[in-house]
């Protein structure tokens, strides 16, 4: 990832930091808070790792081999820390996020020019690290430091006020953690338990975003719609009061949120989708699978026939609603009955998008160990045969948009000479020619052609809504 200048930061003797991202929207949000801060201490992000005083990994372990991959780049890295000792410099190797959290002994053991280790509960105590590992000579085994605890104060009360500004479409994260404890899943051990920041905090970080230029925020969760935060006259909301209450922030033109657990959907989240505009007619809500045995055997604690009552709930509340979802084939002891059960929910639900995996088993969750795992050239095949059918239910969806005129918020330029790209209501990328000012604002326009991940357009009108 590249992280952007930062505003306003008083840098002295500039340090140049480059941070390498992997995974989800939550490690985009935490990397760039990490640089936050750093920044203080005169880092300033750097697009390369070359000649870079610290690099940062951070990793994601939700599927194998990405401990693999962390690997892999940390050799590479490796050699450009020689590099940087050859010229009399030094560059700290920092590993964060979750693979730093599962597996912290044995990045040291395996990569002992590591500097430091944390995990993604610690990233406050960065300074306090950093000084530490700079105080340990180079390669030191012995000196490098190691903090994958689950402290008890909350990070966010320890980080500084989010410098880096993230540009038109923003991310905030608002609920860490889970609670949930799906079979197949790390996040309740790499995240820990889940915790809901309070809604003056939340509010605040929104204002400054907006400040920085945001017209879209998405705010993140591990399970984001489980948010139960403190309200700022001292009581509890849940996710729909607080989407109420950012939605009346001016300059916001955008809100979304993710990611969903079915069981979290609750009415009064359903009705901020009928009630505020702001609110996007768009929801990631994972289902995992169509069997009830497998949504049994993954802890999900729902049912097919539940999760198309919720779809229907939420369409009844607002119709032009587009649906995306998670699915896992080959979770151990899924039949093709199974499988044939998940095609059906597919064809059944109609979705806009979706993402598919094969089942990885990850060492410490209950299904990793459990008898009735799949091979996995079957598991290939039903993923294949998945994707075939969720490319083609996209498809239909994309082309059903074409000759509609929908509101687009532009986010920057396109690939070509004198295009911007923006984002529909439904989450897809749009392209047009058109002029820069178009960036920023929300603008109707005629959706001409669809392509399978994309959408182009001409302009009917302009700053329709900014
Ligand atoms: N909290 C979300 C939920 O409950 O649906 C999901 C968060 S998880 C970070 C993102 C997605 O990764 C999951 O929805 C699931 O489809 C996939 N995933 C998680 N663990 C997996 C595993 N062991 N193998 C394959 N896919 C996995
Ligand atoms: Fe993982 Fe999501 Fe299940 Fe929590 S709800 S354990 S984050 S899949």
């Not at 948010?227 to 009346?248: F, N, Y």
């Not at 911007?420 to 001409?448: D, K, M, Y």
């Amino acid at each position: 990832m590249t992280l952007p200048e930062h505003g306003n930061t008083t840098v002295t003797g500039r340090k140049r930091l480059h941070v390498i991202t992997w995974g989800c929207q939550m490690n985009v949000y935490d990397s760039a808070r990490m640089a936050d801060v750093l920044a203080p201490l005169g880092y300033a992000p750097a697009e390369a790792p070359d000649g870079a005083d610290m690099v940062i990994l951070n990793t994601c372990h939700i599927r194998e081999k990405a401990a693999e991959k962390v690997f892999s780049e940390l050799g590479r890295l490796r050699r450009l820390q020689e590099a940087r000792a050859a010229e009399g410099g030094r560059m700290i190797l920092a590993v964060a996020g979750c693979v730093a959290q599962a597996e912290g002994a044995e990045i040291l053991a395996r990569a002992p020019y590591v500097d430091i280790v944390l995990g993604p509960q610690t990233y406050h105590r960065l300074p306090e690290l950093l000084a530490r590992a700079v105080r340990a000579a180079h390669g030191d085994r012995a000196g490098a430091v190691i903090d994958t605890d689950f402290p008890p104060e909350q990070k966010f009360d320890f980080l500084p006020e989010a410098a880096a500004p993230q540009g038109v479409c923003a991310f905030l994260t608002i609920q860490e953690g889970c609670d949930r404890f799906c079979s197949f899943c790390v996040v309740p051990y790499t995240r820990g338990a889940e915790q809901s920041r309070p809604a003056a905090a939340i509010i605040a970080e929104a204002r400054r975003l907006i400040a920085h230029g945001a017209r879209e925020i998405t705010l993140l969760g591990q399970n984001v719609n489980a948010w139960h935060g403190e309200a700022p006259d001292g009581g509890t909301w849940g996710l729909g009061r607080l989407i109420r209450a950012l939605a009346d922030l001016p300059g916001l033109l955008r809100l979304r949120y993710a990611t969903s657990h079915p069981r979290d959907m609750i009415d009064e989240l359903i009705e901020a989708h009928r009630d505020v505009p702001t609110l996007m007619p768009f929801l990631h809500l994972p289902v995992q699978s169509g069997s009830d045995r497998v949504l049994a055997a993954m802890n999900r604690r729902h049912t097919a026939a539940d999760y198309r009552r919720i779809v229907d709930r939420l369409r009844a509340a607002r119709p032009d609603i587009a649906l995306s979802s998670d699915f896992i084939v080959g979770h151990p002891g899924e039949t093709v009955e199974d499988f044939a059960a998940t095609l059906d929910l597919v064809r059944a639900v109609g979705f806009a998008q979706a993402y598919s995996f094969r089942y990885s088993p990850r060492p410490g969750t209950p299904a990793a160990t459990v008898p009735g795992q799949v091979p996995e050239p079957e598991k290939e095949r039903r993923l294949q045969e998945l994707q075939a059918l969720l490319r083609g239910e996209q498809a239909r969806f994309n082309a059903g948009c074409v000759g509609l005129t929908l509101p687009v918020l532009f986010t920057g330029p396109g690939r070509h000479p004198g295009q911007v790209v923006g984002r529909s209501p439904f989450l897809q990328p749009v392209h047009l020619t058109g002029p820069a000012g178009l960036v920023g604002t929300v603008t109707g326009v005629r959706i001409v052609a669809a392509l399978p991940n994309s959408l182009s357009a001409t302009l009917v009108q302009e700053r329709a809504c900014a």
